[in-house]
């Protein structure tokens, strides 16, 4: 079989509507898939005005928003009549799933019935979100249902060694392969370093200025980002606060960091120049499979102190490109963060050894191992 044979079904919760890594990462792939020939058909909730253009053949799937107070993000609605004839319309040879909601799950039980072979990617730990929304008791439950899953597809899809360790731990025994992730270095390495610009925010040249790069959302640990930075207050160590994202917890983190610096969303080079212009990046998520904007930091440059947790702990080197600390470790992490800002030389080479190492990350292979794996399952 060759590229051109296949035929990919690709079901997503969000493929463009809301702008994060998964998302990006999964129109990336596409753009790849169609490139060496494959056909792709992507169905996903969709909005009237989403936050980029799809790459291929977007169909819309009806979908609820998410409770919980996170209605910028929808749930499909399984896989209603008119999807599911474009579907079968379409006669995917192969069916990837990327998030484990009602769509997903009734595209497996699709491709299972049909004997279509089915793939899933893992993009972010989904059973962890509920704790920070007050409901955490359903966690046991919500991995079970993930586990449930990854059991009934052919092969499941991780972006680091990390992940694949956690979910074999749950009971998950189909095949499990490394779908890993990539960077753009020419917008993320350390020339796009820019002090004009962060002098334009009120950052002087001999402040240093420890990161935040995501959405402004509680599930990427804002809660102990803020008490961190309260802590290197308490003790007096000299820093700024650069937020670079927007989200619906805004208002709420801006409240905790009354000081920081907030750039808003940034993209493109602006993007680039944003990182760059950072000191520390400060990690504190617990949620990441990877952690694109951590592997985006070190191309830049930029020492990392990250939450021990997956995804950092396969791309942090403990010493050598930044710190990794116990997960909610207030105390530990203004330790950590302490220490770069008093060394400049400490600063430096932890931030050459990370760009070093992150010189590895890039999409052209990443890609090529999904499409690998899909040949594979299909015979040739």
């Known amino acids: 079989m060759q590229p051109t044979d296949l035929r990919v079904a690709l079901f997503s919760g969000n493929y463009n509507y809301v702008r994060d890594g998964a998302n990006q990462a999964l129109n990336l792939l596409v753009g790849h898939l169609l490139a060496r020939g494959a056909a792709v058909r992507v169905y996903s909730p969709t909005i009237a005005n989403p936050a980029f253009p799809p790459t291929g053949d977007l169909v819309d799937v009806p979908a609820i928003p998410m409770p919980g107070g996170r209605g910028e993000y929808k749930l499909g609605r399984g896989l209603p009549a008119r999807p599911r004839a474009d579907l079968e319309a379409f006669r995917p040879n192969l069916v990837h799933v990327s998030a484990p ?31 920070y929304y007050g409901i955490g008791f359903v966690e046991p439950l919500i991995q079970k249902i993930q586990t449930r899953l990854y059991n009934r597809v052919d092969r499941v899809l991780v972006p680091s060694p990390s992940m694949a360790e956690l979910i074999a731990g749950w009971g998950v025994t189909t095949p499990i392969g490394i779908w890993s992730r990539g960077i753009d270095h020419e917008r993320f390495n350390p020339g796009r370093r820019d002090l004009a610009w962060r002098r334009s925010l009120g950052i002087a040249d001999n402040e240093m200025a420890i990161g935040f790069l995501g959405r402004l959302v509680m599930e990427k640990g804002l809660d102990i980002f803020a008490d961190v930075v309260t802590r290197l207050r308490e003790r007096g160590v000299p820093h700024k606060v650069l937020v670079v994202g927007e989200g619906p917890a805004r208002d709420w983190f801006a409240r905790r960091v009354p000081d920081a610096v907030f750039t808003g969303f940034q993209a493109g080079d602006a993007l680039g120049r944003a990182v760059a212009s950072m000191d520390v990046f400060f990690n504190p998520s617990v949620t990441e499979t990877f952690g694109n904007v951590t592997t985006e930091a070190m191309a830049s440059a930029v020492p990392v102190v990250a939450a021990r947790a997956t995804g950092a702990v396969d791309l942090v080197l403990e010493g050598e490109t930044g710190f990794l600390v116990p997960p909610r470790d207030v105390n530990a992490y203004a330790d950590a963060i302490g220490r770069i800002v008093a060394d400049p030389a400490l600063r430096t080479r932890m931030g050459e050894a990370g760009h070093a190492r992150a010189a590895a990350y890039r999409w052209e292979p990443a890609n090529e191992a999904v499409l690998a794996a899909y040949l594979e399952l299909l015979g040739g």
């Open 101 to 131: 909601e009602f769509l997903g799950h009734a595209a497996v039980t699709w491709a299972r019935r049909h004997g279509v072979r089915s793939v899933a990617s893992v993009h972010t730990r989904f059973e962890t979100y509920f704790r």
